[in-house]
């Protein structure tokens, strides 16, 4: 079985998951309900003005970006079922960060809390989070080279 195949499975196995079922009744609730759908209609099409511009010139304006933040929050606010949706995203996206996660780990190694450019109270956590990817089994482990550091600003206290 090809890659695209098994990427098809993964979808497909994604789909039926809590948070993908559960994010896709959170939006139909909105579509069911006139005054939300149009609230929410009009921050997606803000949203997507601003993923244009960001595909154009890589760079959003921040006074777009703080507007959105903004009308999120007020759409939040006034409409239960919106905040239901953006709730319910947030889970989703944990779910899709950790299959993103597990994929770059398969493909490039493991590596060690101790690695990575973190905070140590928060190193046990994500130890946690690498030994469910693993499965319990033994992973190539990841070389982490000073290069691939550059860039990144760390807290002073690491």
Excluded: C
């Amino acid at each position: 079985m090809n890659y695209i195949d098994k990427a098809r499975e993964l979808g497909e196995a994604l789909s039926q998951t809590p948070e993908v079922q559960e994010l896709k009744a959170a939006e139909a609730a909105i579509m069911a309900d006139p005054a939300s759908k149009e609230a929410f209609a009009q921050y997606q099409e803000k949203e997507r003005g601003i993923v244009t511009t960001q595909m154009i010139s890589k760079i959003a304006p921040e006074k777009d970006t703080i507007s959105l933040l903004d009308l999120k929050v007020r759409l939040m606010n006034r409409y239960p079922l919106i905040k239901a949706y953006f709730i319910q995203q947030q889970s989703y996206e944990k779910l899709m960060a950790m299959v993103n996660l597990t994929l770059t780990t398969a493909m490039h190694g493991m590596p060690s809390a101790n690695d990575l450019p973190i905070p140590e109270e928060l190193k046990g956590m994500a130890q946690q989070i690498l030994d469910k990817i693993s499965g319990g089994n033994v992973m190539e482990k990841m070389q982490i080279s000073p290069d691939m550091l550059k860039g990144i600003k760390l807290p002073p206290t690491l």
